[in-house]
């Protein structure tokens, strides 16, 4: 008989999840705490990778459409210093495997993918407790309940279903992310369109760095790295957008104007985003009835990988439970097994990010490019 799945969260790890399982014939329900699809804005861009998140977009039956919102030329990158001179740069000549999607796009595509009434908006949960046999219960805020025998939390950093599985709790990495949005790039912001280029554009130094991307639109946006602690980002009030960047661009005292503008000159902006992450190979021991994917399962700083492996979980666990549909558990423990080894590979992204913001960015950087044969 056909299990059921309640998952958790309606972010892309959860969505590709219900829509494979839909592909082989199983239904599944959504429980997504946002009152709808466009309850608020959904991210950058993201560079769809061809070793993960392209095969389970595959496996999701998706290719036509992923291929209908890839922004063309977004591969280009280049690397500058603080003085706004190019360390590095290379260009999208269309052969990339990391073709750049908005994230909104992407999870349009997918909801439109699944059969109506798969997910349930507006249903934040609140609690989740075993019922013994495989069977857990989960409460909403609004005090309705489910019971399943087959939950998937796939509801992120601050997951409500992994207390199940792990008494892992995510923990500050010392770095924090301030965004930026700057529209009308090409009128409004010439000189920081120039400094981005075509794609995307780091200017990394010790502790500091300013990273930023062209996205559709004709938008810019950046995303300002700070090693400092929580503490001194209480100190700002973000609500008072001018003050808050006031204060960050005083941390890039000396830098290129063109690169300073992505602060000042924000259009929307400045929003914090702190850094969170679980221990490094965080694995559980198998419990019946429930699994984690996505950054419920293996947060880590931001390093290109978060959301292909989160999509790539999704639909190697819809194909397990497609394969074992009569032994759930046989089909979670063959998930498990397989995904646990495959996020402790990870640390590859983690040497490019160390590359730019260590000690000294530019050298070990270009150092690291010359080493992956990025600089011939």
């Excluded at 052969?95 to 349930?120: K, M, Y």
């Excluded at 995307?200 to 300013?210: C, E, L, V």
């Excluded at 004709?218 to 001194?232: M, N, P």
């Excluded at 293996?298 to 990988?305: K, R, S, W």
């Amino acid at each position: 008989m056909k299990t059921p799945a309640t998952i958790i969260g309606a972010g892309l790890g959860g969505l590709v999840l219900a829509r494979v399982l839909h592909v082989h014939g199983i239904p599944s329900t959504i429980f997504e705490a946002e009152g709808s699809p466009t309850a608020r804005a959904q991210g950058g861009m993201l560079d769809i990778h061809d070793y993960n998140g392209q095969l389970a977009l595959e496996a999701a039956g998706l290719m036509d459409e992923f291929h209908a919102i890839i922004l063309e030329g977004r591969q280009a990158m280049r690397f500058l210093d603080k003085d706004g001179k190019v360390m590095f740069e290379k260009g999208d000549d269309g052969t990339g495997g990391r073709p750049e999607v908005q994230r909104g796009d992407l999870r349009r595509i997918l909801l439109e993918s699944l059969p109506a009434g798969t997910v349930r908006w507006g249903h934040k949960v609140s609690g989740v407790r075993t019922l013994g046999g495989g069977r857990h219960e989960v409460t909403f805020a609004d005090g309705a309940t489910v019971e399943t025998s087959l939950l998937v939390g796939a509801d992120g950093t601050w997951s409500r279903v992994r207390p199940l599985l792990s008494d892992a709790t995510p923990e500050y990495t010392g770095e924090s992310y301030v965004e930026t949005y700057l529209y009308h790039a090409e009128t409004r912001h010439q000189l920081a369109a120039r400094a981005v280029g075509d794609g995307s554009m780091f200017a990394p130094a010790p502790g500091n760095a300013i990273v930023a991307h062209r996205e559709s639109g004709d938008t810019l946006h950046a995303y300002v790295s700070l090693t400092r602690s929580l503490e001194w980002f209480d100190a700002i009030d973000f609500s008072d957008h001018a003050a808050a960047a006031a204060r960050v661009v005083q941390e890039f005292e000396g830098w290129a104007p063109e690169l300073t503008a992505l602060i000042t000159d924000a259009d929307s902006g400045p929003i914090l985003r702190p850094l969170f992450t679980l221990p490094v190979g965080h694995r559980w021991d198998r419990a019946p009835g429930v699994t984690l994917v996505g950054d419920a399962a293996h947060l880590v700083p931001p390093n290109g990988e978060g959301a292909n492996l989160a999509m790539f979980d999704g639909a190697e666990l819809g194909k397990a439970i497609a394969a074992h549909l009569e032994d759930i558990e046989a089909a979670l423990a063959e998930y498990e097994q397989a995904m646990f080894p495959r996020t402790g590979e990870i640390p590859q992204g983690d040497e490019l990010v160390a590359s730019l913001f260590g000690d000294n960015p530019p050298e070990s950087l270009l150092a690291l490019l010359a080493e992956e044969g990025l600089t011939t």
